[in-house]
C-alpha cells in the first residue's frame, strides 16, 4: 500500500528516470539505437529497476500516466539528441500489456511524437507476445495503425510467449527480440543454440530483422554473429546509460 501512494505521485514529482542501452550492429559495431528503459528513484528505498513497480502499476492503471512520461521523454531526448548533432538513432520504448490494449495508445503516440518534433522513424514499440496473443485480430488492427504513422515495431521476449508461428505472419512488425534466457548459455548448451539459430532463421524466412537482448560475452557474439544475427544489445558492448553518457559514447563513435 505504501509503494502504490508512493507510484501515484512519483511522476508529478519527477522520481522516474529513463536510462538508454545501445543496440549495435553485429557485422559493423555501429550503434543504430537504443532502448529507453525506466527507473524509479524512490525517496527511500533508493533506485528501484522496473520489476520492482511495473507489476504494480499495471494493477492500478498508473501505468497509463507512467507510459506517457515515457513515451514523452523519450521522443523528447531523442530529438535532443539529433538537435545536438549526433547522427539519427532510432529510440524503442517498452508498451505492456495493459498500455497496448489502451484505447488511446495511438492517439498518445501521436501526441508524443508532436511534442517532441521527433520524425516517426525514429520511434520504434517494443511488445510481448502474450500482448498480442490476447486479442489477436484487434492487436493486428492496433500494429497496422501504428505502423501507418511510421513508426516500427517489435515483439520483445521472443521465444518466451505463445504467438502461433502463423500469426505471427500477419503481424506489421520489423523486429524479432530473442528472448535473454536463451542468449545466456550460447556456447555451452545445445538446446539453446538450437532455438536460437532457428528463431534467427524464422525472422530472416519472415523478412524480419533479429536481435539477441543480454548478451554478455564474447562467446555469445561470436555464435549470434555467426548465426547471421543482425543485431545486438547488452552489457558486453554496454549497460544502460545516462543520457549524457551516451551522448559521449556516440561521440566517440563518429
Ligand atoms: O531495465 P530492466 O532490464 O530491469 O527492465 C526489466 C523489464 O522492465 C523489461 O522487461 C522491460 O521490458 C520492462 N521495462 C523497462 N522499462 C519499461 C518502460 O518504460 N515501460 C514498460 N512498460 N516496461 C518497461
Ligand atoms: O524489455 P526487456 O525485457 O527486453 O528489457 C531488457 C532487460 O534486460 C532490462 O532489464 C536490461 O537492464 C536487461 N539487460 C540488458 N542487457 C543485459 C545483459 O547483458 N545481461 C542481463 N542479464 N540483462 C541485461
Ligand atoms: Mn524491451
Ligand atoms: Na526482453
Known amino acids: 500500500l505504501h509503494m502504490l501512494e508512493g507510484l501515484r505521485n512519483a511522476v508529478d514529482e519527477g522520481q522516474f528516470q529513463l536510462?538508454?542501452?545501445?543496440?549495435?550492429?553485429?557485422?559493423?559495431?555501429?550503434?543504430?539505437?537504443?532502448?529507453?528503459?525506466?527507473?524509479w528513484l524512490h525517496p527511500e528505498y533508493g533506485l528501484l529497476g522496473p520489476d520492482r513497480f511495473i507489476p504494480l502499476a499495471e494493477e492500478s492503471g498508473i501505468i497509463f500516466a507512467l507510459g506517457e512520461w515515457v513515451l514523452q521523454t523519450a521522443c523528447r531526448q531523442n530529438q535532443l539528441w539529433q538537435e545536438a548533432g549526433l547522427s539519427p538513432l532510432r529510440i524503442s520504448v517498452n508498451v505492456s500489456p495493459r498500455q497496448f490494449?489502451?484505447?488511446?495508445?495511438?492517439?498518445?503516440?501521436?501526441?508524443?511524437?508532436?511534442e517532441s518534433g521527433l520524425?516517426?522513424?525514429w520511434l520504434e514499440l517494443e511488445v510481448t507476445e502474450g500482448v498480442i496473443m490476447r486479442d489477436l485480430q484487434q492487436a493486428v488492427a492496433k500494429m497496422g495503425e501504428l505502423r501507418a504513422m511510421g513508426i516500427s515495431l517489435s515483439i520483445d521476449d521472443f521465444g518466451t510467449g505463445y504467438s502461433s508461428l502463423s500469426a505471427l505472419k500477419s503481424f506489421p512488425i520489423s523486429t524479432l527480440k530473442i528472448d535473454?534466457?536463451?542468449?545466456?548459455?550460447?556456447?555451452s548448451n545445445a538446446g539453446d543454440e538450437a532455438i536460437a539459430s532457428s528463431i534467427i532463421g524464422l525472422a530472416h524466412q519472415l523478412r524480419l530483422r533479429v536481435i539477441a537482448e543480454g548478451v554478455e560475452t564474447e562467446e555469445q557474439r561470436a555464435f549470434l554473429r555467426h548465426n547471421g544475427c543482425d543485431e545486438m544489445q547488452g552489457y558486453l558492448f554496454s549497460r544502460p546509460l545516462a543520457p549524457e553518457q551516451l551522448r559521449q559514447l556516440l561521440l566517440r563513435q563518429s
Open 19 to 39: 536510462v538508454y542501452q545501445p543496440k549495435v550492429d553485429l557485422r559493423t559495431g555501429h550503434v543504430f539505437g537504443v532502448e529507453a528503459l525506466v527507473r
Open 180 to 187: 535473454k534466457s536463451f542468449v545466456r548459455d550460447l556456447g
Open 119 to 121: 520524425a516517426p522513424e
Open 101 to 114: 490494449e489502451e484505447q488511446r495508445l495511438v492517439q498518445r503516440v501521436a501526441q508524443a511524437l508532436e
